[in-house]
């Protein structure tokens, strides 16, 4: 006899096999396994880019948090500039006060030629003196008036040829008595910078300091103080250029140097992250937010921007939340360790 199988009853079956095999998939999903204390970290399937690390294991493991915190910030740009040579505002000041001791010496002949002409004048109209005694101490009178006149000339042209090249807060620092300002660039404890700012960039009226640095990291930039605007440039960028001053010593004359601006846009809400606590996988900046005693959540970072203590986040993240700021790279071994399937070899 030929056995015929039946197929319908076969392929019930094996429907009837498959509905209850997704079906304690379903069961088993939302199940978290929790053996003991010395349980490691799985991941937990019930709550996406989640995984467990218990108390002891977090110390082991030397994880520390932080508790995030509001803050207000304001966008930045960056521009670029110069560390500048005083040198050739010194030479304006030697110039100037060179003009000033001639000026005094220039006047006090003037003033003893006129003494000298009026008494030629009396004794000429006495019949003591003849009137071309007269007519020289005249000419001598007009010759001093004449050397007054151009080292006052000479004095203008130095304070305009200042006032086109440094402005004049500087020009006051460089030609005024008080020359206390000008001690600090002179003693280097202030160093000279001009700052130009992209052309399609402006600074806000309010800005009375920004941040730079000659490397061009953020993280170690220093204040800059406002002085003035400048009345040229010396760079390719065609912006609005300004001088700055910082008591930041490793500045030298010549030096290029990085600035971060503060935009005009109003400020931000968010909060500050340390770079410890930023990780990079798939080119996508991580951190962890430890979301219980014993839980903990990645986040992706979309929008983050450098600032000198660590990162501004103005969204993702918010204030209160407990941020991993060590052993993040190891929660993203173990996250990437639970999801790698297990193969059963019995």
């Not at 095999?21 to 399937?45: G, R, Y």
């Not at 700055?244 to 005009?264: C, H, N, V, Y």
Request: hydrophobic share 40%.
């Amino acid at each position: 006899m030929t056995y015929t199988p039946n197929y319908s009853n076969l392929i019930s079956m094996t429907k009837l096999l498959m509905a209850g095999l997704f079906s304690l998939t379903l069961l088993c999903s939302t199940w978290v396994i929790a053996e003991d204390d010395t349980t490691t970290m799985q991941q937990i399937p019930s709550e996406k880019n989640q995984i467990f690390l218990s108390v002891d294991i977090q110390k082991s493991s030397v994880i520390e948090t932080l508790t995030l915190r509001p803050i207000s910030f304001h966008a930045e740009f960056v521009a670029y500039g110069k560390v500048l040579n005083i040198q050739p505002l010194l030479a304006l000041r030697h110039r100037y006060l060179q003009t000033l001791t001639d000026q005094r010496s220039a006047q006090a002949k003037f003033k003893q030629s006129e003494q000298n002409i009026s008494r030629q004048q009396d004794l000429y109209s006495s019949g003591v003196s003849s009137k071309r005694s007269l007519q020289e101490q005249q000419a001598q009178w007009q010759a001093n008036q004449a050397q007054v006149d151009a080292v006052q000339y000479q004095g203008t042209a130095i304070i305009n040829e200042a006032l086109i090249l440094w402005g004049k807060v500087l020009t006051d620092w460089a030609l005024s008595n008080d020359q206390a300002k000008l001690d600090a660039l002179l003693s280097g404890r202030q160093k000279l910078i001009q700052i130009t700012l992209p052309s399609h960039q402006h600074l806000a009226s309010t800005i009375r300091s920004i941040d730079v640095e000659v490397s061009g990291n953020r993280s170690k930039a220093h204040k800059a103080e406002f002085i003035s605007a400048a009345t040229h440039t010396e760079f390719v960028a065609q912006g609005e250029s300004y001088f700055f001053q910082s008591s930041d010593r490793k500045l030298l004359p010549g030096m290029a140097i990085s600035a971060w601006i503060p935009e005009q846009s109003s400020a931000v809400t968010g909060v500050i992250i340390p770079k410890s606590a930023l990780i990079w996988y798939m080119d996508q900046a991580l951190v962890y937010i430890k979301t219980t005693e014993t839980t903990f959540s990645r986040r992706v970072l979309s929008h983050y921007s450098p600032t000198a203590d660590g990162y501004f986040v103005p969204d993702t993240l918010r204030a209160n939340q407990q941020l991993v700021i060590t052993g993040a790279q190891i929660l993203l071994s173990e996250e990437l360790r639970g999801q790698i399937p297990k193969i059963d070899y019995d």
